[in-house]
């Protein structure tokens, strides 16, 4: 059991908690800042449909919630096939009794590749993982919302790459800028409806996919220059920046971008 599971152990009446009575759905959930997020999530007392590319991921993380006394359900969702989307929302709509948030975090990077070497292909598939599928995802999720009468928040997960360019990949910085302006695009336009749009720009983020490089000594120097907090976030505080956002605390706030990076971009 991790430390972050032992805190919903302990959570007590989990009506009480400010997510009681919330189904939220988080993609990329199956892992690394998804899996930080789902579980932050239910330690708040909300419903969390557990969503992953790999059906085995979505599940591994619905059990290790549910043991630990939350509310979990698996399902499996490639964010590339926009054609499974309904089917994917109408099953956690029907298992949590409606939807009330949505974590948009399936993503990743492009191989390092300069620019004047990056294939369509590449692109197309950058764009698909990070932007493209946040977009009809929340066009979807949204909609059945709008269509309920029902208010809710949407949580994009962007990158510092969207202000703060990464060499070498310059596919995966486009596609974090325009998440992030699309957040704010929509945050207009869904306001009248109350859902609430925000986004989360992780710098920097030890996870269990990045701990080779983070943990590399090499690298530990260089984010002493680059980080003023001496180092990379854990998925965990950017998991606790999104429960921000989805919880009473930010009910006035929408077309933000909160950043969670160590003050690298302040550099």
């Not at 059991?1 to 919330?22: I, N, V, Y």
């Not at 399936?106 to 294939?119: I, K, N, R, S, Y």
């Not at 998991?239 to 971008?257: N, Q």
């Amino acid at each position: 059991m991790t430390e972050q599971s032992q805190g919903m152990a302990a959570a007590g009446d989990r009506q009480a908690l400010p997510l009681a009575h919330k189904t939220a759905i988080v993609t990329g959930a199956g892992q690394g800042l998804g899996r930080a997020i789902a579980i932050a999530l239910a330690q708040a007392g909300a419903h969390v449909a557990v969503t992953h590319r790999r059906a085995a991921g979505a599940m591994a993380v619905a059990e290790e919630i549910s043991a630990c006394g939350g509310d979990a359900i698996g399902l499996e969702l490639d964010v590339t096939e926009t054609g499974c989307y309904q089917r994917v929302l109408d099953a956690a709509a029907e298992w949590g009794s409606g939807l009330d948030i949505l974590v948009n975090c399936a993503g990743g990077m492009h191989p390092f590749t300069p620019f004047l070497e990056v294939d369509q292909a590449t692109f197309d598939a950058t764009l698909a993982r990070n932007f493209k599928s946040a977009f009809f995802l929340s066009q979807a999720f949204a909609g059945m919302l709008v269509k309920a009468g029902r208010p809710g928040r949407i949580v994009n997960i962007a990158s510092t790459a969207a202000t703060k360019p990464d060499m070498q990949l310059a596919a995966y910085n486009a596609a974090k800028a325009a998440l992030v302006q699309f957040g704010k695009s929509i945050a207009v336009e869904l306001a009248p409806h109350a859902i609430l749009v925000n986004t989360v720009a992780p710098g920097p983020v030890r996870t269990d996919n990045t701990r080779w490089i983070y943990d590399n000594p090499k690298w530990q120097a260089a984010l002493r220059d680059k980080v003023p907090l001496g180092g990379p976030a854990d998925a965990e505080d950017v998991a606790a920046a999104v429960l921000f956002l989805c919880g009473p605390g930010a009910r006035h706030m929408t077309g933000s971008t909160v950043t969670v990076d160590g003050g690298f971009t302040c550099l």
